[in-house]
């Protein structure tokens, strides 16, 4: 190729200089190596290529298309067009492509490898495990036939081939970062591949096994997104049923017990679809109760999530049991904080904002029921004036060390085992709330009740007792406790 430059001596001096860059960061088949080569001719002497606005506009979006839609035409417009994407089309594209465990063709997968290893803001040890499924499940020659057997211009061709071989190589050099950072090194292994892809089969496991769940949060997504309405039809009544099934069936016995059901990847995103159904129901005080459970939990999403967050875990457990270990810890998951930017800006899908908005601590209450009295679809509850005793506890870690969260930044939050040594006095003195007949129906007078009000009439309950006395919690943020 360099004799096209005959008369450039640069040019001819840049080509020797690429090649060995190349030849040195790749094992490249003698086939991709030309195309290479021909990938940065075209783009180092022709400015801009003439194909580029044709290959961009062949992937815009179309008004008419769906988010989802909108999300894939950016990945591969990214791989085939070398098109630059905003940080919240990025993080769109990667949470449809999260939604399922396998992608839709061996072009998406190879597409998916170079968005996320060719973004440089996100460090090896959460993105190597966000993606060592999909490295493990393509090979250059499936590559190359999946490639081969698509109708593209020369263009999109070569881009496509060079981006696949960055994003391998890419994926290696990760890898060395990783044991430079490790000790010991053969901790690597542990807790970046096999801890992520467990993670990933587990999911996948729970995923054929919940189907029914999947499908129900998908298609509230799907509409939700579609931005007709935020109160989307019929959404409290599916996925409510759904969200305590499943919560039930773990059989809880304590709060710690739900935090943990909610924190698992399918409950959690369960969680999350129902906190935004309530409050597309302007039922502000409903999904900001639930949400207290998510608000500062990691964002679970699909497979690959649960990957990273399983060698967040990994991570955190074997430094907190060996100090002599050195490995990276509190590692913020990948996209997390992109994915809260991109939802909160073009879709809304805010998790977090039923908790949020307003003032959480001012908008609780508690009272020992002394009336309930229902009113339509309400009950209304009042409640008598006395002294409360708040207990006091003397709280540890539980052995041996269980996970029940890990929070948006990487942190993790364990179970702990409480001894009781006290108790605090104050006044009670709440004033009549009602709740929805849905949630009150096991609410008894003479019960110690907490609750959430959000400022509205409607409130939700938070921690019931079988008691006035605080001593037994039979249900938390309402769900029953066994």
């Known amino acids: 190729m360099a004799c096209t430059f005959e008369d450039q001596p640069n040019a001819h001096a840049w080509l020797a200089a690429q090649q060995q860059v190349i030849v040195n960061s790749n094992h490249l088949p003698d086939w991709a190596l030309d195309v290479i080569y021909a990938y940065y001719l075209t783009r180092n002497y022709k400015s801009p290529p003439p194909e580029e606005g044709a290959c961009a506009g062949k992937y815009q979006p179309a008004k008419s298309d769906g988010v989802a839609v909108a999300a894939e035409k950016d990945l591969l417009a990214h791989f085939f067009c070398d098109?630059?994407?905003?940080?919240?089309?990025?993080?769109?594209?990667?949470?449809?492509?999260?939604?399922?465990?396998?992608?839709?063709?061996t072009i998406h997968r190879a597409a998916f490898l170079y968005l996320v290893l060719s973004r440089k803001?996100?460090?090896?040890?959460?993105?190597?495990?966000?993606?060592?499924?999909?490295?493990?499940?393509?090979?250059?020659?499936?590559?190359?036939?999946?490639?081969?057997?698509?109708?593209?211009?020369?263009?999109?061709y070569q881009a496509a081939v060079r981006n696949y071989f960055e994003s391998q190589t890419a994926a290696v050099l990760g890898r060395a970062e990783l044991e430079k950072a490790t000790k010991p090194t053969n901790l690597v292994d542990k807790i970046y591949y096999t801890a992520a892809e467990d993670a990933f089969n587990d999911w996948t496991k729970t995923f054929n096994d919940n189907k029914k769940v999947a499908a129900a949060v998908s298609s509230f997504e799907d509409t939700w997104l579609s931005g007709e309405s935020d109160a989307v039809p019929g959404c409290r009544e599916t996925l409510g049923p759904l969200l305590r099934s499943f919560v039930a069936a773990t059989k809880p016995k304590s709060k710690d017990d739900i935090q943990a059901a909610v924190s698992t990847p399918m409950g959690f995103i369960l969680t999350a679809a129902y906190v935004q159904c309530?409050?597309?129901?302007?039922?502000?005080?409903?999904?900001?109760?639930?949400?207290?459970?998510?608000?500062?939990?990691?964002?679970?999403?699909?497979?690959?999530?649960?990957?990273?967050?399983?060698?967040?875990?990994?991570?955190?457990?074997?430094?907190?049991?060996?100090?002599?270990?050195?490995?990276?810890?509190?590692?913020?998951p990948p996209f997390s904080d992109a994915s809260a930017t991109w939802s909160m800006r073009d879709a809304k899908w805010d998790y977090q904002s039923g908790a949020s908005d307003g003032d959480i601590n001012s908008s609780f209450g508690a009272g020992v029921i002394s009336k309930i009295t229902p009113e339509g679809d309400n009950v209304k509850l009042e409640f008598r004036i006395e002294t409360g005793y708040q207990p006091i506890y003397d709280c540890k870690l539980a052995t041996p060390l269980r996970v029940v969260q890990i929070t948006g930044d990487g942190q993790l939050i364990y179970a702990q085992v409480c001894r009781r040594t006290g108790t605090k006095e104050y006044k009670i003195e709440a004033k009549p709330v009602k709740f929805m007949k849905s949630v009150a129906e096991k609410l008894r007078v003479g019960q110690f009740i907490r609750f959430y009000?959000?400022?509205?009439?409607?409130?939700?309950?938070?921690?019931?007792?079988?008691?006035?006395?605080?001593?037994?919690?039979?249900?938390?943020?309402?769900?029953?406790?066994n």
């Open 83 to 105: 098109a630059k994407l905003s940080g919240d089309n990025v993080a769109r594209a990667v949470w449809f492509y999260d939604r399922n465990p396998e992608p839709k063709s």
């Open 121 to 156: 803001t996100f460090g090896f040890q959460s993105i190597i495990p966000f993606v060592q499924h999909d490295l493990r499940a393509i090979n250059d020659e499936q590559f190359k036939k999946a490639l081969d057997g698509m109708k593209i211009s020369e263009f999109e």
């Open 278 to 332: 309530a409050k597309g129901h302007k039922l502000k005080a409903e999904s900001g109760g639930i949400a207290i459970l998510i608000s500062k939990a990691a964002r679970w999403r699909g497979p690959r999530t649960a990957a990273a967050l399983a060698s967040i875990k990994a991570a955190g457990l074997a430094a907190e049991e060996n100090s002599r270990v050195e490995v990276a810890t509190s590692i913020p």
């Open 453 to 481: 009000t959000q400022g509205t009439e409607i409130g939700y309950p938070v921690e019931v007792y079988q008691t006035d006395k605080e001593d037994k919690l039979v249900e938390y943020t309402g769900f029953p406790l």
